[in-house]
């Protein structure tokens, strides 16, 4: 699937949370406990902290990642939080994949992702596959707004 989306310039995302197939691994072991799946993927996907790479356009942009050889096959959020703002957990996230097509990244759809849930930014995505996470901010004054949040891939 994703290599036609690159094709077509679209990507499929979901915009729910994350499903009983998405759960994953180890700083959420007793959720995994609750929703492990049949084929065994509950256990494939990886978290990580990606340090913030750029920002434009009221957009944060992360180092670019790739994904793991694994049987994860999407890229979720989780954890999400403003530092500065704690009750603060929600934001709006999209990605941007390699290669670039006619001379710019190719974006999922924005998908809004809140607090210690996983929500799916994209699925069907394949081992090695480049990439950044985006996240639109909510303020600039007094400094740029810095959200922490996993990505699970």
Not at 6 to 17: I, K
Not at 46 to 71: D, H
Not at 92 to 105: K, N, Q
Request: glycine share 6%.
């Amino acid at each position: 699937m994703l290599a036609s989306a690159l094709a077509t310039g679209a990507l499929a995302a979901s915009t729910g949370p994350a499903t009983a197939s998405d759960v994953a691994t180890t700083a959420d072991a007793t959720a995994v406990t609750a929703h492990r799946t049949v084929g065994g993927n509950a256990d494939r996907c990886v978290p990580i902290r990606p340090e913030s790479g750029f920002y434009e356009a009221g957009r944060v942009g992360s180092e670019e990642l790739t994904t793991p050889n694994s049987r994860c096959s999407t890229i979720s959020v989780s954890h999400i939080q403003d530092p500065a703002n704690p009750t603060d957990r929600c934001q709006t996230f999209l990605l941007g994949f390699w290669p670039l097509v006619d001379g710019s990244l190719t974006y999922t759809d924005p998908v809004t992702a809140c607090g210690r849930h996983r929500t799916v930014l994209a699925r069907d995505v394949p081992n090695n596959a480049r990439y950044i996470v985006i996240y639109a901010i909510d303020y600039i004054d007094p400094v740029i707004q810095t959200v922490k949040f996993r990505v699970w891939h």
